[in-house]
């Protein structure tokens, strides 16, 4: 599996997604360990400093095996999770590891039917593979609470290409700005990414 090079220049439809992520899913946590990959960790400390919340539910989309799930847990322990992932596989591992009330398996673009609200909607590391933005932001505005927040990352060279600056004001009628991180590190001990290819943390608020 030449998994740098397709998560560089990406994966394929939802099914040839789906099938590279179960196949990469008994190893994931440690390959991206050995790439230094801190996204979870750097996520949980903007929450932690730019939100009130510290108790209520969090919505994980694209959860994988659980790297943010994990990390919230070390430093907001009364927050209950549900987490959704493409990769079944994935979601086993997750499931696992006993940080998530539910899981469901779904991709993160398609609507959810869901008869809860959450106080925090996450999507770490997978924003790259989102193709209809406008259609997840209004759908993630549905799964939230008012005044909750969604937190996502996104690869600064697809940030310039999609114009992101542009998309977070075309979603200001819907949400506040309330972080956006300077590019930092995103896969930095990863040969294709290197410290060449950072990410930005956005933090909103749902009006």
């Not at 997604?17 to 750097?42: F, G, V």
């Not at 549900?82 to 596989?89: E, F, K, Y």
């Not at 940080?99 to 590391?125: C, P, Q, T």
């Not at 290409?161 to 819907?174: A, C, E, H, P, T």
Request: aromatic share 12%.
């Amino acid at each position: 599996m030449n998994s740098k090079k397709s998560l560089l220049h990406g994966i394929g439809n939802q099914k040839e997604t789906r099938l590279y992520y179960d196949s990469w899913a008994d190893n994931y946590d440690e390959t991206l360990k050995t790439w230094n990959y801190r996204a979870p960790q750097k996520s949980v400390k903007i929450l932690k400093k730019y939100t009130s919340i510290k108790s209520g539910l969090i919505l994980d989309l694209a959860c994988g095996t659980g790297l943010f799930g994990e990390e919230v847990l070390k430093v907001f322990d009364s927050f209950k999770i549900d987490g959704s992932d493409i990769s079944s596989i994935s979601l086993k591992i997750a499931h696992k590891k006993n940080i998530y009330r539910k899981l469901f398996k779904n991709n993160f673009e398609d609507k959810m039917y869901l008869k809860i609200n959450y106080d925090i909607v996450s999507l770490i590391g997978a924003m790259t593979y989102c193709k209809k933005h406008k259609k997840l932001f209004n759908n993630v505005s549905k799964y939230l609470n008012k005044g909750g927040v969604f937190i996502f990352t996104q690869r600064t060279d697809l940030w310039d290409k999609l114009d992101f600056n542009q998309k977070l004001i075309d979603i200001s009628k819907n949400y506040n700005l309330i972080y956006k991180s300077k590019p930092i590190d995103y896969l930095p001990k990863n040969n294709d990414f290197t410290k060449n290819i950072k990410i930005r943390i956005v933090l909103i608020q749902k009006k």
